[in-house]
Structure formats: structure tokens, C-alpha cells
């Protein structure tokens, strides 16, 4: 079902899909690096979107109790921490439509004894605080970039809803380098057009990439030209081609819907 088990015989547990998802993402980065500068490469990897696929649809359930969280080890402590390194890993904000750090960290905050830690759990206080801390920690980082999850259109004119990762890794590598620079951490993410604008300001860019013809509907439009309006910056990179590219020339029409009203200009220098 695209989770993991604490057994064989075992039904599968939300701490260990998150064990296993993150795993997989780190084996992925260090197998597959150089895979990822090909342009040829879509960022499918059927075991990990089997796994987000279960976060998709069973992320709320298990901390509403509908769904097993362990066969007796750990609890959900440690599988906010899981759900968190998760998210580092694959860079989405989102499991579905849920955003996984606000559920968390509203669930978590609830939790919170007036002392300031977490009682209880497996391990005591000591380590269900450390575990919830490690989770909420992720907010204090500045998100530089929102890679915008869309569809394309392929040369036989059927949508391929992968070509928006075509470079898998692309914000994940740069994200880092420019903390090092900085000598700060910085997040990225993945946003999709299921949600509401206000929630893309995290970051103040979006990200749009691709070798194919890009394909927005007149509501996806209207929702770029809000960010837009509301302060935000699109910047867009076409991969596998030059400027008469299908995405180049894509994006390009797909901007004249966004601003009519404005000309777009080579800036050169």
C-alpha cells in the first residue's frame, strides 16, 4: 500500500512509513545524483510516490486515530518527527491539500503542558519534548523558493503530470548551496493550484520548470496573476531546450494570459 510494517505478518504503521519514506529519499539523492543533471530524467521513482501516496491519504487519519500509528513502539511524537523529516526530504508542503507543519504544529501546541514540554509517551518528557521541538523547529527556517507542482502536455497531446520534475532536484541542491553561502538554513517546497493563494506567501518566488507545453486553466491563471498582484515573483527555466522550445514558447502565452496589459522584454546585461 506503499507504507512499511514493523513485520511481515504486521499491518503497515504511520512512525515506520515515515522511517521508510525519508530513507528512500536520502538513498534516492545519493544513488541518482548523477541522473539528475540529465534532462531526460523525470524525478519517477515508483516506490517514493507510492509512499507519498500514502501520506496523501492517510496523514490526517493517523493523527486523528483512524489509522494505525505503531505496533507499540514510538507514538505520535515520533512520528511527527518522521512526518517532518519527510517533508524535508521531498520538499512538499502539502500530503493532498493538507499542509503537514500547520496540522502539526496546531496538534502540537495543543499537547504543550504549561511548563513548556510535552509529558508522557514512550521514553518520558525528555524525549517526547525533544521529538515535538525537533518538529517545530522546521518553522523557524525561511522558505526561498515554491516549486510549483503542474501539468503539461506531451507531443501525442495527452497530459504528463510529471514534466514539472523533470529536474527533481534542482531547488533542493541550489537551496542549499545558497545557505551555505549564507552560512544559514533555508527551506524549499513544493505548492500546488488545489489551494488557496495566501498559502503560497510563504516564500516570495515561484518556481515553474519544464521541457513541455505547460497547460493552465483559466482558474490556475487567475490564481498565478493573484500571487502576482499580492507582491509574489514568477520565475520560470526552461529545461531540454532552447527559447522555440514547447515549454519556452508555452509559458510565454501562458504569461500574456497572466498580464495581458503588459509586454514581455528581453533584458539583456
Not at 150 to 172: E, N
Not at 182 to 195: C, F, R, S
Request: hydrophobic residues 40%; contains cysteine.
Amino acid at each position: 500500500d506503499g507504507a512499511w510494517s514493523y513485520g511481515t505478518a504486521q499491518p503497515s504503521a504511520g512512525t515506520m512509513a515515515a522511517a521508510g519514506l525519508a530513507s528512500l529519499f536520502i538513498c534516492h539523492d545519493k544513488i541518482l545524483a548523477a541522473s539528475f543533471i540529465k534532462c531526460t530524467n523525470t524525478g519517477d521513482f515508483g516506490p517514493i510516490q507510492r509512499g507519498l501516496d500514502w501520506f496523501d491519504n492517510n496523514f490526517q487519519a493517523v493523527i486523528d486515530g483512524k489509522q494505525l500509528l505503531t505496533n507499540n513502539v514510538g507514538d505520535i511524537y515520533y512520528y511527527f518527527y518522521g512526518v517532518e523529516r519527510v517533508g524535508l526530504a521531498s520538499g512538499y508542503k502539502y500530503f493532498g491539500t493538507t499542509d503537514w507543519f500547520k496540522l502539526g504544529a496546531t496538534s502540537l501546541l495543543g499537547k504543550m503542558a504549561p511548563g513548556g514540554g510535552w509529558p508522557g509517551g514512550v521514553g518520558g518528557t525528555d524525549v517526547t519534548t525533544s521529538y515535538a521541538l525537533l518538529f517545530l523547529v522546521r518553522g523557524r527556517n525561511a522558505v526561498l523558493f515554491n516549486k510549483l507542482e503542474f501539468g503539461s502536455v506531451g507531443a501525442s497531446g495527452k497530459p504528463v503530470p510529471t514534466d514539472w520534475r523533470c529536474r527533481p532536484r534542482d531547488l533542493a541542491l541550489l537551496t542549499n548551496w545558497i545557505g551555505e553561502q549564507h552560512e544559514t538554513t533555508l527551506n524549499w517546497q513544493i505548492i500546488n493550484l488545489k489551494v488557496p493563494v495566501k498559502d503560497w506567501h510563504d516564500a516570495p518566488i515561484v518556481y515553474i520548470s519544464g521541457s513541455l507545453e505547460p497547460k493552465f486553466s483559466p482558474e490556475e491563471i487567475a490564481k498565478l496573476r493573484q500571487f502576482v498582484f499580492q507582491g509574489g515573483s514568477i520565475f520560470s527555466c526552461t529545461e531540454c531546450g532552447d527559447v522555440t522550445s514547447k515549454f519556452a514558447v508555452g509559458i510565454r502565452n501562458v504569461y500574456k494570459q497572466l498580464l495581458p496589459e503588459y509586454e514581455m522584454i528581453e533584458e539583456i546585461g
